[in-house]
C-alpha cells in the first residue's frame, strides 16, 4: 500500500509554496489530520492533509474498498489580515475526517456544516465544496488508485446555504457571480438571494 500523504503535501509545496505553519489534529478513532497554512501576499490558504490517505467509500456500500474510491484534501482561501481565520484550523480538520466519521463522500456541489462559525466573529458555518483543477492540479496515483483531488472550499452564510438546499449550487455559485462577490473576503456579507 503505498503512503499518498508524501506525494499529497509535495504537491501542495509545489502549487502554493511552503507552508509557513501547521496544525494536527486526530479524532478518536481516526487518522490524524493537519493543516497547512500558506501565505501569498494578501492571501493565507488553509490545506488540509490526511483526508486523502483512505478513500471515501459510498456509506451504502457493504464493505469499504481500501484501495478504489474517490480521494481529496480541502482547500480554503481568505484575505489575510481581517480576521483571525488561522481559528478555522480545527474546524477544516473536522471536515477532512467526515469522510471516516460520518462515511462521507465529499464531492463538488456538496455543503459541509461544522454547526459553529467557521472563526470567531465568522458570517459562515458552512461551505459549498468546488470544482477542482484550479489552484491545485489532481495528483494522479498510480493504477488501481483514484487521483487525489484538491477541493476549494467556499465559506456560506446560514441564509445561502439554505438558498443553495432549494435552488442548488449551480445558482449560488452564478448569484455570486453576478454580485461581483469576493468569496475570499471572510467578512463578507450574504449575496442578496431575493
Given amino acids: 500500500m503505498v503512503d499518498v500523504l508524501p506525494l499529497v503535501e509535495a504537491r501542495l509545496r509545489t502549487a502554493l509554496g511552503e507552508p509557513d505553519a501547521r496544525a494536527a489534529v ?4 481516526t487518522d490524524r489530520v493537519e493543516v497547512l497554512r500558506f501565505q501569498e501576499r494578501d492571501v493565507v490558504r488553509y490545506a488540509t492533509l490526511g483526508m486523502s490517505a483512505h478513500p471515501m467509500t459510498d456509506p451504502t456500500a457493504m464493505l469499504a474498498d481500501p ?4 480521494r481529496a484534501e480541502l482547500v480554503l482561501s481568505v484575505r489575510a489580515g481581517v480576521a483571525d481565520t488561522d481559528k478555522a484550523l480545527r474546524p477544516l480538520a473536522v471536515l477532512a475526517a467526515s469522510p471516516q466519521v ?11 456544516d461544522v454547526g459553529e462559525p467557521l472563526w ?3 458570517p459562515f458555518t458552512s461551505v459549498l465544496v468546488a470544482e477542482p ?3 491545485v492540479e489532481d495528483l494522479e496515483l498510480d493504477a488501481p488508485l483514484d487521483p487525489v483531488r484538491f477541493l476549494p ?10 438558498w443553495k438546499r432549494v435552488h442548488g449550487a449551480q ?6 457571480l453576478t454580485s461581483g462577490t ?3 473576503d471572510p467578512a463578507r456579507r450574504s449575496v442578496p438571494l431575493d
Wanted: charged fraction near 15%; avoid cysteine; aromatic fraction near 4%.
Fill in 102 to 112: 460520518e462515511g462521507l463522500v465529499v464531492a463538488p456541489g456538496a455543503s459541509l
Fill in 133 to 135: 483543477g484550479g489552484l
Fill in 171 to 176: 445558482a449560488l455559485q452564478e448569484r455570486w
Fill in 182 to 184: 469576493d468569496l475570499r
Fill in 120 to 122: 470567531p466573529g465568522a
Fill in 153 to 162: 472550499l467556499l465559506p456560506m452564510t446560514p441564509n445561502e446555504a439554505a
Fill in 26 to 29: 486526530t479524532f478518536l478513532g
Fill in 67 to 70: 484501495v478504489a474510491g474517490p
